[in-house]
C-alpha cells in the first residue's frame, strides 16, 4: 500500500510525500494513483506488466486506531490531546494522568503558560497544565510526590514515565517504534501516548528537505537525490550491540525517479519525499530522466585482416522507462549501451579490412549522409547496423538513443607503428608547409604594416604642412587687418587733430578780428614773428613769396644752386 500526503504511516507501509507518479508512456497520473509495476519473469520471455490491483507493498496488518491510549494532536493542541487520552485512562480503569491541584498566585513551584509540570507521584505521572503557582502546603500535597520541572508544549520531543509526546512540523518526519516493537512514521502532525506495558521510542526526527547522504550517478556525476536512514538498537548479542535499518527516507528531485523491489516485484517511485519502513521493500536504484552524454573506450578490436583497433565513442541518450533497465539487471543506462555497443562494433569491425577503415578520419552524423565518398564502407556498416541494431537494443532497455559518433580511433601493432611513422612525416610536412605560410604571412603582414605606417606619416606632414599654411594665411590676415585698423586709427586721429588746429586757429583769427586798437595789432604781430624766429632759428632768412621780393628769392636760390654744384663737381679733383 503506497499513502501519498498522509500523516501516518505503519511498518509495512511506504510512505511517500507529494508529487506527479511518473507513468512508462506519455500519459501523467495525478498523485496518490498508483505508479507502474512489473514482475521479473526468469524465462525468456520479455517482462509482463502487472495489474496496478497486485501492488508490491501490501495492505498493513493494523492500523494506528488499534493502539491503545494514542492520541493524535488535532485543532485543540496539545492540552486537548491531553485531556481526550486522560478520559481514555479512566474510562478503562487506570489512573488518570492530569492533576487535579489548583494553582495560587502566592507561592510554591511555579508553571507559566505555555508549559505542563512533571510530577512523579510514586512511579507514576501527574501532569500540571494550568499555569500558576502549586504550594508545597498541606503536606499531603506533596505527600509521595516529586516535582520533576516542567516542559514546553510546542517542544519536538516529551518522554516522562510512560507518557510520551511529539510533535513535528512542516517537512519534518519522526521514526517511532510502539511498546509492540512496530515501526510507524508521523509527518506533520503529532501524538500524545501513554504506555501502560512497554514504552513509545522515538527514534529520530529528520528534516526530510536536508538528508544526509547525497546519491550520484558515478558515470555522468548528476545528482540522483537524497537518502537517510534511521537505524534501532538491537538486543545484545555475543558480537556486542548490532542496529539495523528501520526506515529509510528518500528525497528525489524533479525529473528523477526510484525503484522499489520486493521480490521479483519492482514498482516506480516518482519524485518527491518518501520514506520505506516496509522491511521487505528494498531500494533497487536511483535513476535520471534527463539526457546525458558520455565518451566511451572500447576495448581493442580485429578487422578482418587481422588489424586490432580501439575506438572512443560518444553516446548521447535519455531514459525513459527505469522499470525496463532495472529488470535487465543494469544500474545505470551507460552499463546497458556499453555493453551493446562493444558487441556491435566489435562484430562491425570484424567484417572490415583495414584499408576502408584507415581512410575515414570522423564517423558521426555529419558523415552518415554522404554516400558520395568511395571509402565509406565503415560509415555504411555504421550507418546501417550499429545505428539500427544499437536503437533496438536502447529501447528495450528503455532507453532512447539520441546521437553516437566515433570521435577517435587508435590502431596497434606493427602496422600501426607503421602508420605512426607516415603520420608522423605527414605532418612534420604540414608543419613546415605551415610554418613557410607563417613566415610569408608574417612578412606580408610586416610590408602592409611598413606602408600603413608610411601612408599615415604621410598623412600627418600634409595635416601639418595645411595646419603651417593656415597659420601662415590667418598670421597675415591678421596683420593686414591690424595695420588697416592702425591707419584707419591714425587718418582719423590726424584728422581730428587737423580739424582741432583749424578749429583753435578760426577761433584765435576770430579772437584776433574783434581786437580794434592799432596798438594791440602791432604786439600781436611782433609775437608771432618772436615765434617764427624762435622756432626756425634765429640764422633763418625769411624770403616772401610774394611781389618783387619773391622773384628775387628764386634769383638767390639759382645762384646758391649753381654755385654748390660747382663745388660739387671740383671736389674729386
Known amino acids: 500500500m503506497i499513502m501519498d500526503g498522509l500523516s501516518v504511516g505503519d511498518a509495512t507501509t511506504v510512505v511517500n510525500g507529494h508529487g506527479s507518479v511518473y507513468d512508462s508512456g506519455d500519459n501523467k497520473r495525478s498523485s496518490g494513483e498508483p505508479g507502474p509495476s512489473y514482475k521479473i519473469n526468469h524465462g525468456n520471455h520479455p517482462e509482463i506488466p502487472m495489474p496496478h490491483a497486485a501492488k508490491l507493498t501490501p495492505t498493513p496488518d493494523y492500523t494506528l486506531t488499534e493502539r491503545p491510549f494514542f492520541v493524535l494532536i488535532g485543532k485543540d493542541g496539545l492540552i486537548g490531546a491531553l485531556n481526550k487520552l486522560d478520559r481514555q485512562l479512566q474510562n478503562s480503569g487506570h489512573p488518570h494522568i492530569l492533576s487535579k491541584k489548583r494553582p495560587t498566585d502566592w507561592i510554591g513551584k511555579e508553571i507559566n503558560p505555555g508549559q505542563i509540570g512533571l510530577i512523579n507521584h510514586g512511579g507514576l505521572p501527574k501532569l500540571l497544565t494550568r499555569p ?97 536512514d534511521v537505524y534501532m538498537r538491537a538486543v545484545k548479542t555475543a558480537e556486542g550491540n548490532r542496529d539495523y535499518i528501520v526506515a529509510s527516507f528518500l528525497n528525489i528531485p524533479a525529473n528523477n525517479c526510484a525503484i522499489l523491489q520486493k521480490g521479483d516485484d519492482m514498482e516506480l517511485l516518482p519524485a518527491g519525499q518518501h520514506v520505506i519502513t516496509n522491511p521487505n521493500v528494498t531500494l533497487r536504484g536511483l535513476f535520471t530522466l534527463g539526457e546525458n552524454q558520455k565518451e566511451m573506450p572500447t576495448k581493442d578490436m580485429y578487422t578482418r585482416d587481422q588489424v586490432p583497433v580501439s575506438l572512443t565513442i560518444y553516446l548521447k541518450w535519455q531514459l525513459t522507462e527505469p522499470l525496463k533497465l532495472a529488470i535487465h539487471g543494469y544500474h545505470t543506462p551507460y552499463d546497458a549501451l556499453r555493453d551493446k555497443t562493444q558487441s556491435i562494433l566489435t562484430q562491425i569491425v570484424a567484417h572490415l579490412d583495414y584499408s576502408s577503415m584507415v581512410k575515414q578520419r570522423s564517423l558521426g552524423p555529419d558523415n552518415l549522409d554522404d554516400g558520395t565518398d568511395a571509402s565509406a564502407a565503415f560509415l555504411d556498416a555504421l550507418r546501417t547496423r550499429a545505428m539500427d541494431d544499437l536503437l533496438d537494443a536502447a529501447r528495450e532497455y528503455g532507453i532512447v538513443l539520441k546521437d553516437l559518433a566515433v570521435i577517435d580511433r587508435q590502431f596497434k601493432g606493427d602496422i600501426a607503428s607503421t602508420m605512426d611513422k607516415l603520420t608522423t612525416r605527414a605532418l612534420q610536412a604540414q608543419v613546415e608547409a605551415a610554418n613557410v605560410d607563417r613566415e610569408n604571412s608574417n612578412k606580408i603582414k610586416q610590408e602592409e604594416g611598413t606602408l600603413a605606417v608610411a601612408q599615415v606619416k604621410a598623412k600627418v606632414r600634409n595635416t601639418q604642412a595645411e595646419a603651417e599654411a593656415y597659420s601662415v594665411v590667418a598670421a597675415a590676415r591678421a596683420q593686414a587687418e591690424r595695420l588697416q585698423i592702425e591707419a584707419e586709427a591714425q587718418a582719423k586721429a590726424t584728422l581730428l587733430a587737423a580739424e582741432a588746429d583749424a578749429e583753435a586757429i578760426r577761433i584765435k583769427a576770430a579772437a584776433d578780428a574783434k581786437v580794434t586798437d592799432a596798438f594791440a595789432r602791432e604786439m600781436e604781430a611782433k609775437r608771432l614773428e618772436v615765434n617764427r624766429v624762435r622756432a626756425f632759428g634765429s640764422k633763418t632768412v625769411f624770403v616772401p613769396t610774394e611781389g618783387l621780393g619773391a622773384q628775387m628769392g628764386n634769383v638767390m636760390a639759382v645762384g646758391m644752386g649753381a654755385q654748390l654744384g660747382s663745388s660739387h663737381n671740383a671736389a674729386p679733383q
Open 132 to 228: 500558576g503557582r502549586y504550594p508545597g502546603m498541606p503536606l499531603r500535597n506533596w505527600w509521595a510526590r516529586e516535582f520533576k520541572g516542567t516542559k514546553g508544549l510546542s517542544e519536538t520531543t516529551v518522554s516522562f514515565l510512560g507518557i510520551t509526546v511529539l510533535q513535528v512540523s512542516q517537512n519534518q518526519a519522526a521514526v517511532i517504534s510502539d511498546p509492540q516493537n512496530q515501526i510507524f512514521v508521523i509527518k506533520n502532525a503529532g501524538f500524545v501516548a501513554y504506555a501502560v506495558e512497554g514504552s513509545y521510542e522515538v527514534l529520530a526526527v529528520v528534516d526530510q528537505t536536508h538528508l544526509q547522504k547525497e546519491m550520484k550517478d558515478h558515470v555522468t556525476g548528476q545528482i540522483l537525490g537524497y537518502t537517510q
